[in-house]
Each structure stands twice: as C-alpha cells, then as structure tokens.
Nanobody, 129 residues
C-alpha cells in the first residue's frame, strides 16, 4: 500500500519561500501522477498544482502561477513544490496526492481530488508577519 509523506511546511513571513517535499518510501513515484492540494480553515480543499509521470505536463492554480513550481527528482524519488513570494492567503494545510497511471504522458488535473487515490497526512504552511 502506497504511503505518501509530506514535509517542509512551517511558518514564514509574507514574501518568503518554502519548499514542500512529497515522498513514498519503497514505491517509485514516477509511476504516479502527483498533485498538491491545500485546505485553509473554513474553506474547501483546492488543487494547487500537479505533474505528469514524466514531468512534461504541469498544471497550476491561477493564484499561484509564477510563484509556485512543481518538479520531480526521479533519482531521489521525490516530488517538490517550491513556493516563492508567499502570501497570507497561501496559509493552509498542504496535501500531496498520487494517482497510479500506466500512461507516461497522461496530462494531470487538479480539478477533482477524487481523481487521486493516495493522500498524505498534510503539512501546515502558515504565512504571517
């Protein structure tokens, strides 16, 4: 059973940066489409970004375009979400999610969390002065 583990959250001032990491010990993440979702207090969960199996296709929430970058490191078997120019509105619990797919070039989507079968426990990101 795939277990997804996030790390890298924390407290940062507005304008600062954080890098979130997603790992799945013992499982090759390159067999999965990977996405990041987030949920702020009192708000619905929303998709932030996703990356296809071979990394050729990425998608971003409009409000994070130009600030966040998703990437894969197949050697380290990790997926990262680099978050720059953080805003207070980015405060949320961030979840890594995985979708097993056999097609290398399947595009990814952040429209529906139900598309993803495996979820981590989440990591808190707080942007505050």
């Amino acid at each position: 059973q795939l277990q997804v583990v996030e790390s890298g959250g924390g407290l940062v001032q507005p304008g600062g940066s954080l890098r979130l990491s997603c790992a799945a010990p013992g499982f090759p993440l390159d067999r999965y489409i990977i996405a990041w979702f987030r949920q702020a207090p009192g708000k619905e969960r929303e998709g932030v970004s996703c990356i296809s199996r071979v990394g050729g296709h990425t998608t971003y929430l409009d409000s994070v375009k130009g600030r966040f970058t998703i990437s894969r490191d197949t050697v380290k078997n990790m997926v990262y979400l680099q978050m720059n120019s953080l805003e207070t509105e980015d405060t949320a619990v961030y979840y890594c999610a995985a979708d097993l797919t056999w097609t290398l070039n399947s595009p990814c989507s952040i429209e529906r969390g139900d598309d993803y079968d495996y979820w981590g426990q989440g990591t808190q990101v707080t942007v505050s002065s």
